[in-house]
């Protein structure tokens, strides 16, 4: 299938009426430039001395990320992004949320999207409780929203299960943990565009399932979800379409079996 130029209906839903765009990408571009040997070769020494030559062209290695990807996302979209390893999925979202600049091409947004992911930052001194305050905050929630939330957040997440974690700090936590608490903070608030980059997978069947459903809730709420994830069975159950990226190229976008069908095809599974 041919790459979305224009707003485009997937398969699953079909609403009544036409959706509003989220989410538009133009033939965006996004290249990374690392200083050090094009090919791995010289030595510390040696890039010094670059750099006090003033020679910033010399040994500069660019990354083109992603290559000339245009999609049109819209409201009530939950949109799976597939891909090897380093094809541009997060790089994608990056961009989308204004993270990192486009090198060419555009993309324009409805509201400021919200990034989580595996490493977004949350405070490893802080304990949870106060981590679930600035998170909120951080959202644009006021203190009373907070403080209104507070308690589901706690439970969503899950983490008190097994003992009061939410008093710990933040580097007494797993990885599924911390990656529970973030998603559970960021879902405590209906987003107009949402990305979650891996935030579910923290090999937790029940967060998963319950993540699922706060994904179809903000669905219904008019938002947009972008969902990053190598756990196919996730994109089937949360995504009504999908972008495949390989080498930053935007190789197919359709709805979620058609797609996922193909790339598993591609890799032989």
Not at 59 to 73: D, I, L, N, P, Q
Request: charged share 25%; proline share 4%.
């Amino acid at each position: 299938m041919a790459v979305a130029e224009k707003p485009r209906e997937t398969q699953k839903q079909k609403p009544a009426g036409p959706r509003a765009p989220t989410v538009i990408a133009e033939d965006l571009h996004i290249v990374y430039r690392v200083n050090g040997p094009a090919r791995g070769k010289g030595s510390a020494t040696a890039a010094l001395s670059r750099m006090l030559r003033r020679s910033p062209d010399r040994g500069v290695r660019e990354v083109h990320a992603v290559r000339g990807v245009s999609f049109t996302a819209h409201h009530g979209e939950a949109i799976g992004l597939i891909g090897s390893n380093g094809s541009g999925k997060s790089t994608l979202l990056k961009a989308i949320a204004g993270l990192i600049p486009a090198e060419s091409g555009k993309v324009y947004s409805d509201g400021q999207p919200s990034l989580i992911g595996v490493n977004a930052a949350l405070m490893n001194d802080l304990t949870g409780e106060r981590n679930v305050i600035l998170g909120g905050l951080a959202m644009g929630m006021t203190r009373e929203q907070v403080r209104a939330r507070y308690q589901s957040i706690v439970d969503f997440s899950g983490i008190n299960e097994k003992g009061d974690f939410i008093t710990l700090p933040m580097r007494t936590y797993s990885s599924g943990m911390s990656a529970r608490l973030r998603f559970s903070i960021a879902a405590a608030k209906d987003h107009e565009v949402l990305m979650i980059d891996e935030a579910l997978a923290t090999g937790d069947p029940r967060f998963r399932k319950r993540s699922e459903r706060r994904i179809a809730e903000m669905r219904k709420k008019a938002g947009t979800v972008f969902l990053v994830s190598h756990n196919n069975r996730s994109i089937r159950a949360t995504c009504d379409r999908v972008l495949w990226l390989e080498h930053g190229e935007l190789r197919m976008d359709g709805p979620t079996d058609e797609v996922i069908e193909a790339y598993e095809e591609f890799n032989g599974k």
